[in-house]
């Protein structure tokens, strides 16, 4: 009953959340550098993430496991988990519209509205920054950062980091614990150093 309730007051929730933009990336951008950067997401990101601009589009799409090769400790658990048949067969999902969940072996690929401001990267928050969530050799295994929200750096975009030999220290991530990784999404790899600048320009203007 409560839920029912609740579900009367959501029309005016959605509207709320349709009106947020996402915030404006502060820094200078250079424009020429990040219409070949718009060109390059269209060719490799697009079919995923979606378009931004004048022609907004989000797949909405599950990019399996085999493809997407990221740490698949999450969507091991989901699959093994009852939750998906418990809501499958409550009020939630017989209500009309129906919205059946089914669990997958892979990742939604999500929206990248004001990306720039999001780091860290991966489901996992594994990778510290744009530019090697773009270039995988360039991900640190142990990284450590400040608890410092400005100490952010805004030419990689991600957080500002010093690589370690192991996770002692505070505010440190460790790739190596299970669920962690940083492994995966290696489709950047494919892009020279002159387009993954190009892609980042690109991405600080969504």
Same mark, same amino acid.
């Given at each position: 009953?409560?839920?029912?309730?609740?579900?009367?007051?959501?029309?005016?929730?959605?509207?709320?959340?349709?009106?947020?933009?996402?915030?404006?990336?502060?820094?200078?951008?250079?424009?020429?550098?990040?219409?070949?950067?718009?060109?390059?997401?269209?060719?490799?990101?697009?079919?995923?993430?979606?378009?931004?601009?004048?022609?907004?589009?989000?797949?909405?799409?599950?990019?399996?496991?085999?493809?997407?090769?990221?740490?698949?400790?999450?969507?091991?658990?989901?699959?093994?988990?009852?939750?998906f048949d418990w809501y499958n067969?409550?009020?939630?999902?017989? =209500?009309? $519209?129906? !919205?059946?969940?089914?669990?997958? *072996?892979?990742?939604?690929?999500?929206?990248?509205?004001?990306? /720039?401001?999001?780091?860290?990267?991966?489901?996992?928050?594994?990778?510290?920054?744009?530019?090697?969530?773009?270039?995988?050799?360039?991900?640190?295994?142990?990284?450590?950062?400040?608890?410092?929200?400005?100490?952010?750096?805004?030419?990689?975009?991600?957080?500002?980091?010093?690589?370690?030999?192991?996770?002692?220290?505070?505010?440190?991530?460790?790739? =190596?614990? $299970?669920? !962690?990784?940083?492994?995966?999404? *290696?489709?950047?790899?494919?892009?020279?150093?002159?387009?993954? /600048?190009?892609?980042?320009?690109?991405?600080?203007?969504?």
């Amino acid at each position: 009953t409560k839920a029912r309730d609740i579900q009367q007051h959501f029309a005016d929730v959605l509207a709320w959340i349709n009106t947020i933009e996402p915030p404006t990336y502060p820094g200078e951008i250079d424009r020429a550098l990040a219409a070949e950067g718009e060109l390059l997401f269209a060719q490799h990101c697009e079919e995923c993430h979606g378009s931004y601009g004048e022609k907004e589009f989000y797949p909405n799409k599950i990019i399996p496991l085999p493809i997407i090769q990221t740490d698949s400790a999450y969507a091991i658990y989901n699959l093994k988990t009852p939750l998906f048949d418990w809501y499958n067969q409550s009020w939630f999902a017989q =209500t009309d $519209p129906p !919205s059946m969940n089914q669990a997958s *072996y892979g990742y939604m690929a999500p929206p990248l509205d004001g990306i /720039w401001e999001t780091a860290p990267y991966l489901h996992k928050g594994s990778v510290p920054a744009l530019w090697s969530l773009l270039d995988s050799k360039a991900r640190p295994t142990y990284w450590q950062r400040t608890a410092d929200s400005e100490d952010y750096n805004m030419e990689k975009v991600g957080w500002n980091y010093t690589a370690r030999n192991n996770s002692r220290g505070k505010w440190t991530y460790d790739t =190596t614990l $299970p669920g !962690s990784s940083h492994v995966g999404h *290696y489709f950047g790899d494919t892009l020279s150093t002159k387009e993954r /600048w190009a892609m980042i320009e690109y991405l600080k203007t969504l």
